[in-house]
């Protein structure tokens, strides 16, 4: 058990915050293995000022479990404080307000948001510290090494942060410009976390336990960031928690585990946002389910194709049919 600000965390796995993928009901189908902090999707600051309704949707519900992160992002501080404002109005279920300065997508970047703001560091600090002090919640900061090879700066921003008053820093380890691309440059990262007193989290290529045990001995990190590695592998989470609790490997799920996984956050997610909406979100995510099993390739496709919870059904019998035959 650690502790951010004074709310204890009890775990070493943190849902990352991924665009159209972690929704209510994802967090609380990741909750049901063991993930012991979870992200909103990044919300933007503008979408908030505009009272856009669809942003409003992204920020936690009446009925979230705790502890959760409300993730925000912006490219202009006096945009940001106006949006914590409106934020602290609308909802105080919540622990931590985290700044996203980490995404690498051009369509964010462009607007000096996300990990753009790395290339100006000491605004970044300067913003940082406003948060800080307009936030009624623990301010978490998401980053990245840098913004190019020639521009990796994030040792010297970390005590700069921890001075300015940020309760945590997650750090994906790669470059703006790597996007999600080649390797996360664990090998600049060694021992990081004597660097600053406040807990890290890191995050890049980790997909399995014993990705987890490497970034963790290599960083001293807190915890682990999970994000495309536990897409259509939820189980992983459970993996890495009951390891670090009583030093057990579970083994990796069997494939009618793994469709009983997607059956079940399919109709999380319809319950969320109807059948329609739930059904598309789950078109860019069923296909991770059936990943790394031989003869699954042909329902790929299919599973992108679904447009209702009976077709979804019906492709999970074809598979377990077909695996009665191998």
């Known amino acids: 058990m650690w502790k ?6 009890n775990g070493k796995t943190i849902l990352a915050p991924m665009a159209g993928i972690t929704t209510f009901a994802y967090r609380e189908f990741m909750r049901s293995f063991g993930v012991a902090l979870c992200y909103t999707e990044m919300i933007s600051d503008s979408g908030l000022i505009f009272n856009n309704e669809k942003t409003y949707e992204y920020l936690p519900r009446r009925e979230e479990k705790r502890p959760t992160t409300i993730q925000l992002f912006g490219g202009e501080k006096e945009k940001l404080l106006s949006a914590i404002e409106k934020i602290e109005k609308y909802t105080d279920n919540y622990d931590f307000l985290d700044l996203n300065l980490g995404c690498p997508v051009p369509k964010v ?38 913004w190019d090879e020639k521009h990796i700066n994030f040792k010297e921003l970390l005590p700069k942060l921890e001075a300015v008053g940020v309760s945590l820093i997650a750090i994906h380890l790669r470059t703006t410009k790597q996007l999600y691309g080649g390797k996360a440059r664990y090998d600049l990262a060694y021992n990081i976390q004597d660097l600053v007193s406040i807990p890290l989290v890191v995050s890049g290529d980790i997909y399995s336990l014993d990705d987890a045990l490497k970034a963790l001995e290599i960083t001293g990190a807190k915890a682990v960031m999970l994000a495309r ?8 989470a459970a993996q890495i928690e009951t390891y670090f609790k009583n030093g057990e490997r579970l083994p990796d799920p069997t494939l009618h585990e793994q469709l009983d996984y997607l059956w079940t956050l399919a109709n999380m997610m319809v319950k969320e946002k109807g059948e329609h909406t739930g059904i598309l979100v789950m078109r860019g995510i069923a296909h991770h389910f059936i990943k790394g ?21 019906a492709i999970i019998k074809e598979i377990k049919d077909q695996a009665l035959l191998t």
């Not at 510290?129 to 840098?146: D, L, W």
């Not at 099993?293 to 009976?310: Q, Y």
């Open 293 to 313: 099993f031989s003869f699954t390739k042909t329902f790929r496709v299919k599973l992108t194709k679904m447009s209702t919870l009976a077709n979804l059904a």
């Open 4 to 9: 951010i600000a004074n709310t204890e965390i």
């Open 229 to 236: 590695g536990q897409l259509g592998n939820p189980f992983l």
């Open 109 to 146: 970047t462009r607007n000096n948001g996300g990990s753009a703001w790395l290339k100006h560091p000491n605004e970044l600090i300067s913003m940082v510290e406003a948060v800080v002090k307009a936030s009624t919640k623990p301010v978490t900061v998401k980053i990245r090494i840098g």
